[in-house]
Nanobody
Framework: VQLQASGGGLVQPGGSLRLSCAAS????????MGWFRQAPGKEREFVAT????????YYLDSVKGRFTIARDNAKNTVYLQMNNLKPEDTAVYYC???????????????????WGQGTLVTVSS
């Protein structure tokens, strides 16, 4: 699975962005997908994950109610809708994939087998 993340940019506090992650290959529909982020000088952290069957999602506490993860298996794409962005959301965002059983979700970096290149989100006035 090859992943290509896009959609990052500069946004003011309170604004919104939608990140996309396009996957190549035939295994997307069999994969749990995740979004992670890494701020300067910090470790990569989990943000959100969605199961292959689209029935299970899980979020970092600080983004609950503001971020929504979704997937379109017909388009081999996973999305991260980010609303009410805050300066502390500034980071490089990465998508990740792991071929997994239905309804399984994962929250650690080491769980995932495939990674995209990252897209920079900057929240600043």
């Amino acid at each position: 699975v090859q992943l290509q993340a896009s959609g990052g940019g500069l946004v003011q506090p309170g604004g919104s962005l939608r990140l996309s992650c396009a996957a190549s290959g035939s295994r997307f529909s069999s994969a749990t997908m995740g979004w992670f982020r890494q701020a300067p000088g910090k470790e990569r952290e989990f943000v959100a994950t969605i199961s292959r069957g689209d029935r299970v999602t899980y979020y970092l506490d600080s983004v609950k109610g503001r971020f929504t993860i979704a997937r379109d298996n017909a388009k081999n794409t996973v999305y991260l809708q980010m609303n009410n962005l805050k300066p502390e959301d500034t980071a490089v965002y990465y998508c990740a994939a792991k071929v997994a059983p239905r309804n399984s979700v994962y929250r650690t970096v080491n769980d995932y087998d495939y990674w995209g290149q990252g897209t920079l989100v900057t929240v600043s006035s």
